[in-house]
């Protein structure tokens, strides 16, 4: 119960977060886009085994996470929600792959790397797309994807659930609310009324996203959803591309944290 | 002004489920006006709120708004003229910010980003709430939210401002404010509502609604006045019209 309410807060304060005025925030939706797409792309394409190259991309996040002002802990939360799922994932690596490798002189086995690439993969790409979301905002980057020619009815898609699924939540809220009044000293809900809850719920949020619909329409919605305010790239905005770009891109050609380390290690044989 | 007339000739609507909401109904609500449309509950307001706005259409007679019939091809001119405020306004809010729920309907009819921002303010002053421009709408109070819908709709500068029950569920105080609100606009008004106190205050013109019927048609002072009329419909007379609940005393 008071996770469902707990949650409905969650959702919007991505939303709230997209509000700052910051030199990230106001960089150009597409540009922060495009970045995060080109971040993403490098993220995965490393080897299953090459944790090390991985560690250098987390500069990324950092940087983000000072310039645009946002606090670590709500965000680094909604990462861990998915994280089960990716443990889920790769939780069978170390069994199936069990040849062993030295590192740092710890006898381990390959399975255990291929494990922790997925872990850190996954926490990175999740960061980075929240982070997308938190310095932009739902509607400004739905205006972003058509700016890329993604069809209308995908982004409207996209605009309409994200904004449904608070609505319909409260009507969740409210119900279990309801139930939880009427039903003293029960954990959860009772099995044999499951079914009758969820098609009520279901038949509610069916009416309520029904009227939302018709208030839409009554103010002249029409199937495009329009954002206002949307402002041309300026050189500010490529440059942040090209900028994030450059350090990918050379992150992804050059193994930077063995070339550091050859360089310390020469000048100590030296 | 005729092009502001609102016109119901011989309407008739029945849900899929065979029930009857709207019998036969006509009337013609002038420039100016500002009309109550009461009854008790399932008489048929909200369906004939629906009616008028284009939600469903009748399957016999026809509305006209102006001198332009409400259909499909007619919608997005109708909807432009009418201004509806729903009953719930957590039904019409949802966008991330008050401005951008006031902006919603002005930027569907693609009006430049200029014009929208100073109609979002003008509307936002109308109700007294620039104030809260930026704030998220769930995070309002029930009389915020309700004057946050209004202004949703008044920046669409409709012909029409269409009332589904404005004062339910708000406080003494939010309650004045509203009627306030309405008495202060020059619009042709139409407010449906069971508190008959407010409808007093707000309306020059009563519809009285009874099973899908009109039972009465005609100045505030002389229907809310028949408490026997009112009491056949399943009304009653507003308290501000009856004997004073303490020393008894003839109003």
């Known amino acids: 119960m008071l996770n469902i309410m707990e949650s409905l807060y969650n959702i919007r304060k991505l939303d709230e977060l997209a509000r700052g ?52 802990k709500p965000i680094l939360k909604r990462v861990l929600l998915v994280e089960p799922l990716v443990i889920g994932i790769g939780v069978l690596n170390p069994v199936f792959d069990q040849q062993v490798v030295m590192l740092a002189g710890m006898e381990i086995s390959r399975g255990w790397i291929t494990f922790l690439a997925i872990f850190i993969k996954g926490g990175l790409t999740v960061t980075a797309a929240l982070l997308l979301i938190a310095t932009t905002g739902m509607d400004r980057l739905a205006e972003a994807l058509r700016m890329l020619r993604i069809p209308r009815l995908f982004v409207l898609q996209l605009l309409l659930t994200y904004r449904y699924i608070s609505v319909l939540l409260e009507e969740v809220a409210t119900t279990l609310r309801a139930y939880s009044m009427r039903a003293p000293r029960q954990k959860g809900i009772q099995r044999s009324v499951w079914g009758s809850l969820a098609g009520q719920m279901l038949l509610r949020t069916f009416d309520r996203a029904q009227r939302v619909y018709q208030a839409m329409c009554l103010r002249g919605f029409s199937g495009e959803y329009i954002t206002g305010s949307s402002k041309k790239m300026n050189a500010g905005d490529l440059l942040y591309i090209v900028g994030w770009g450059l350090f990918l891109i050379t992150m992804r050609t050059y193994d930077i944290p063995m070339l550091l380390g050859s360089l310390f290690t020469g000048v100590i044989t030296r | 002004m005729s092009h502001h007339k609102l016109e ?87 966008m991330t910010t008050v401005y951008d729920d006031v902006a919603f309907g002005p930027r569907n009819y693609k009006l430049d980003e200029k014009e929208v921002e100073s109609r979002v303010n003008q509307a936002l002053e109308m109700v007294g709430i620039t104030h809260l421009k930026d704030r998220a709408p769930f995070k309002l109070s029930g009389g915020e939210k309700r004057a946050a819908a209004i202004a949703s709709v008044l920046s669409m500068q409709p012909d029409v401002l269409i009332m589904d029950e ?51 048609d005609g100045p505030k002072d002389e229907i809310l006045t028949d408490a026997e009329l009112l009491d056949r419909c399943g009304l009653e007379m507003p308290l501000s019209l009856q004997n004073c609940p303490v020393c008894r005393s003839q109003k």
């Open chain 1, 21 to 72: 005025d910051t030199s990230i925030h106001r960089v150009h939706p597409l540009a922060k886009l495009i970045t995060t797409v080109i971040y993403l792309i490098v993220v995965v394409s490393f080897d299953r085994y090459e944790i090390s190259r991985l560690l250098p991309l987390v500069f990324y996040p950092i940087l983000i996470f000072a310039f645009a002002e946002l606090p670590v």
């Open chain 2, 8 to 94: 119901v000739r011989d309407l008739h609507f029945a849900y899929p489920d065979g029930q009857e909401a709207i019998r036969t109904m006509s009337f013609v609500i002038h420039h100016g006006e500002s009309v109550g449309i009461i009854g008790a509950n399932g008489a048929g307001k909200s369906t004939l709120l629906m009616l008028l706005m284009g939600v469903l259409f009748p399957d016999r007679g026809e509305v006209l708004v102006g001198d332009v019939h409400v259909t499909k091809k007619t919608l997005p001119l109708i909807r432009q003229r009418l201004g509806i405020v729903f009953q719930n306004p957590d039904d019409q809010l949802f």
């Open chain 2, 166 to 216: 404005p004062s339910a569920a708000l406080d003494p105080k939010s309650r004045r404010r509203i009627i306030r609100l309405l008495n202060g606009f020059g619009h042709t008004k139409i407010v449906t509502s069971h508190d008959l106190d407010m409808t007093y205050e707000t309306c020059d013109r009563i519809i009285v609604i009874k099973d899908g019927e009109i039972a009465a």
